[in-house]
């Protein structure tokens, strides 16, 4: 083929791609397209009107600019870019194009959060502890009265959950009972009459349970059983506490070392808390907040046995309060180990803050025993 089958030249001075009309045919024939005029690009001068039997009006090339910019031509038009539409997605973007949305800013870091109401739970805190420092020291009766309180709604809270979440019904009115007896008795009687309360109790519920259908009969009276053991037999040993000669003090030293255990292991774990101390059952507890309850109990062990207690000395101190943040822990995340079976976050929301009753005796249930067999070790159970 040689070069004039190729059709007319481009123009003098034009440089872009040239597309020469077919040969043979003039400018404006039917069906063909005319010659590119230089001075005429778009064809005006063509002879073709809009919609004719010629075709469609041919779109000229547009030459681009070396240095990347979009040329505009005489009639005002610029070439567009980006998507036609908004669920198109967009091309690989050209560095020589701007780009037509600057990337989103990177979300601001988020500080620790607590998790809970403070304000509501530090109101609370201080509420409840007006009303067992008022009854503590001003006649013993009216604090056991506080503890039974405490037992009753305590086995209310975790028979309901029991009940609502795995079908467990615990018999309710012999836990009750039973529980009021065994705190009444245990502050009057001793840990004899303590143990007497509680098997009466556990035959109490064998027999109420008796009145119901057979199925579940196992599972219910095995609850029943337990939850004796674990809200009013244990909250029996504060009354134990209270029953000797600076009983209120007994009380107090129990009472502050468990709560400054826990203050310590909240302050430092979320603080400083980096290691899981067992994530399966409480994820939020580290060990170094196991180190700082143990740390803050030792030091107000050892003011409380040496200032508070009759005949005490502050290395029992070191020692009372090292046990006690260990059994404190330990009693929430059995707690915890309760809830996460039962899938619940609050064994209740009677406390604004803190969550239920069962909420606040986790740590002091398993610490009342401890407290009471060392301070009977340490200076005597009178």
């Given at each position: 083929?040689?070069?004039?089958?190729?059709?007319?030249?481009?123009?003098?001075?034009?440089?872009?791609?040239?597309?020469?009309?077919?040969?043979?045919?003039?400018?404006?024939?039917?069906?063909?397209?005319?010659?590119?005029?230089?001075?005429?690009?778009?064809?005006?001068?063509?002879?073709?009107?809009?919609?004719?039997?010629?075709?469609?009006?041919?779109?000229?090339?547009?030459?681009?600019?070396?240095?990347?910019?979009?040329?505009?031509?005489?009639?005002?038009?610029?070439?567009?870019?980006?998507?036609?539409?908004?669920?198109?997605?967009?091309?690989?973007?050209?560095?020589?194009?701007?780009?037509?949305?600057?990337?989103?800013?990177?979300?601001?870091?988020?500080?620790?959060?607590?998790?809970?109401?403070?304000?509501?739970?530090?109101?609370?805190?201080?509420?409840?502890?007006?009303?067992?420092?008022?009854?503590?020291?001003?006649?013993?009766?009216?604090?056991?009265?506080?503890?039974?309180?405490?037992?009753?709604?305590?086995?209310?809270?975790?028979?309901?959950?029991?009940?609502?979440?795995?079908?467990?019904?615990?018999?309710?009115?012999?836990?009750?009972?039973?529980?009021?007896?065994?705190?009444?008795?245990?502050?009057?009687?001793?840990?004899?009459?303590a143990w007497v309360a509680m098997a009466l109790t556990a035959l109490a519920v064998l027999v109420w349970r008796m009145t119901g259908p057979a199925e579940g009969y196992l599972k219910d009276v095995t609850a029943g059983v337990f939850a004796a053991f674990y809200v009013p037999f244990l909250a029996t040993f504060v009354a134990l506490l209270l029953?000797?000669?600076?009983?209120?003090?007994?009380?107090?030293?129990?009472?502050?070392?468990?709560?400054?255990?826990?203050?310590?292991?909240?302050?430092?774990?979320?603080?400083?808390?980096?290691?899981?101390?067992?994530?399966?059952?409480?994820?939020?507890?580290?060990?170094?907040?196991?180190?700082?309850?143990?740390?803050?109990?030792?030091?107000?062990?050892?003011?409380?046995?040496?200032?508070?207690?009759?005949?005490?000395?502050?290395?029992?101190?070191?020692?009372?309060?090292?046990?006690?943040?260990?059994?404190?822990?330990?009693?929430?995340?059995?707690?915890?180990?309760?809830?996460?079976?039962?899938?619940?976050?609050?064994?209740?929301?009677?406390?604004?803050?803190?969550?239920?009753?069962?909420?606040?005796?986790?740590?002091?249930?398993?610490?009342?025993?401890?407290?009471w067999l060392l301070l009977a070790g340490f200076v005597g159970t009178t």
């Amino acid at each position: 083929m040689n070069d004039s089958s190729r059709g007319a030249p481009p123009p003098a001075g034009y440089t872009g791609p040239w597309l020469p009309p077919d040969q043979g045919h003039s400018p404006g024939a039917a069906g063909t397209a005319p010659a590119y005029d230089a001075q005429d690009p778009y064809g005006a001068r063509s002879g073709w009107p809009a919609g004719s039997a010629g075709g469609t009006q041919p779109l000229p090339v547009i030459p681009a600019d070396p240095a990347g910019a979009v040329p505009e031509d005489h009639a005002g038009t610029r070439r567009l870019g980006g998507p036609l539409f908004r669920d198109e997605p967009p091309s690989t973007p050209n560095p020589q194009e701007p780009m037509d949305s600057a990337p989103p800013p990177s979300p601001a870091p988020q500080k620790k959060s607590a998790g809970r109401d403070l304000g509501a739970a530090i109101g609370v805190g201080l509420g409840l502890g007006a009303v067992i420092l008022a009854s503590l020291f001003v006649v013993k009766a009216v604090f056991v009265a506080v503890i039974v309180a405490a037992v009753v709604m305590g086995l209310w809270e975790l028979t309901s959950r029991l009940r609502e979440r795995q079908g467990v019904d615990a018999p309710l009115v012999p836990l009750v009972i039973g529980g009021a007896a065994m705190v009444v008795a245990g502050y009057a009687r001793g840990a004899e009459g303590a143990w007497v309360a509680m098997a009466l109790t556990a035959l109490a519920v064998l027999v109420w349970r008796m009145t119901g259908p057979a199925e579940g009969y196992l599972k219910d009276v095995t609850a029943g059983v337990f939850a004796a053991f674990y809200v009013p037999f244990l909250a029996t040993f504060v009354a134990l506490l209270l029953a000797a000669g600076d009983g209120p003090w007994r009380v107090l030293t129990f009472l502050v070392l468990t709560v400054v255990s826990d203050t310590g292991a909240y302050a430092v774990g979320w603080r400083f808390g980096r290691h899981k101390l067992a994530p399966r059952i409480s994820p939020g507890k580290t060990r170094e907040g196991l180190a700082g309850a143990v740390s803050f109990a030792m030091v107000a062990g050892a003011l409380c046995m040496q200032f508070l207690i009759d005949d005490g000395v502050w290395w029992q101190g070191l020692l009372l309060g090292l046990v006690v943040a260990v059994s404190a822990t330990l009693g929430d995340l059995g707690e915890s180990m309760i809830k996460r079976d039962l899938g619940i976050k609050d064994m209740g929301t009677l406390l604004p803050g803190h969550g239920g009753i069962m909420d606040r005796l986790d740590s002091l249930l398993p610490t009342a025993p401890v407290a009471w067999l060392l301070l009977a070790g340490f200076v005597g159970t009178t």
